[in-house]
């Protein structure tokens, strides 16, 4: 059976707008934090500063990343009382494999668009499945970017229409967020639009991917 790009879309925002509440604040939370740090310390060169800037960022994305596939594996079971602190608790789990498979993922996926943008977007495609394979099956990095290739091939354009129609989707209501903010004092400005406008629609991509993989998973095993 091919994956059905309406059905996986449609699957993400029904759980999107019944439990976008605890969605929103788990991303707000991490956000807030991610935006602060750099905030807090200022316009700086000191390559230690920049260093320490990055490494909590990719922490603090890998955790919420594998918080949120976590919370569609919840849902998708039944189990509706979502809980921060056990999505959190069950990614913290997986911490080491998760900030490793972050950081090649990154790697990856920017080493492609630097290169030229298609072999970006086709890293971006096959690798998709990465984190919830860490997270939800507790395979290693490389495993976890073996089992994403294994699973997106045969439904790589379907796959890629999810990524793009998502991606179109969280600019445009960024936009949207970042233009009724912009009245505000520049730093409230910049901060607040980060934050709020992540909040808003990382939680919807990460539902959508993660069905993504989930549906992926029941047709291939």
């Known amino acids: 059976m091919r994956l059905s790009i309406a059905g996986v879309l449609g699957e993400a925002w029904s ?3 019944r439990y976008a509440g605890k969605l929103i604040l788990l991303c707000a939370a991490v956000f807030a934090f991610v935006s602060l740090v750099p905030a807090a310390i200022g316009p700086t060169r000191d ?5 320490v800037v990055v490494l909590l ?10 918080a949120l596939a976590v919370a569609v594996g919840e849902l998708r079971a039944g189990r509706t009382e979502l809980s921060l602190a056990r999505m959190l608790a069950r990614a913290s789990e997986r911490f080491w494999p998760l900030v490793i498979a972050v950081l090649l993922l990154a790697a990856v996926v920017v080493g492609g668009f630097i290169l030229l ?5 086709v890293l971006l495609t096959y690798t998709m499945a990465v984190v919830p394979a860490v997270v939800l099956e507790g395979r290693d990095p490389l495993g976890a970017f073996q089992r994403s290739f294994a699973l997106v091939r045969g439904d790589a354009l ?16 960024s936009a949207v967020i970042q233009a009724a903010l912009a009245p505000l004092p520049r730093f409230v400005d ?3 639009a980060w934050v709020v406008a992540n909040a808003v629609v990382v939680p919807l991509v990460a539902l959508a991917w993660t069905i993504t993989y989930f549906d992926l998973k029941l ?3």
Not at 117 to 121: E, W
């Open 57 to 66: 960022d990719v922490v603090a994305i890998a955790l919420l990343q594998g």
């Open 190 to 192: 910049i901060y607040l």
């Open 219 to 221: 047709n291939k095993g």
């Open 158 to 173: 379907a796959v890629f229409a999810i990524i793009v129609l998502t991606t179109l989707v969280a600019v445009a209501v």
């Open 117 to 121: 943008i298609v072999p970006g977007l």
């Open 47 to 51: 390559p230690g500063l920049v260093a």
């Open 15 to 17: 759980l999107y707008t």
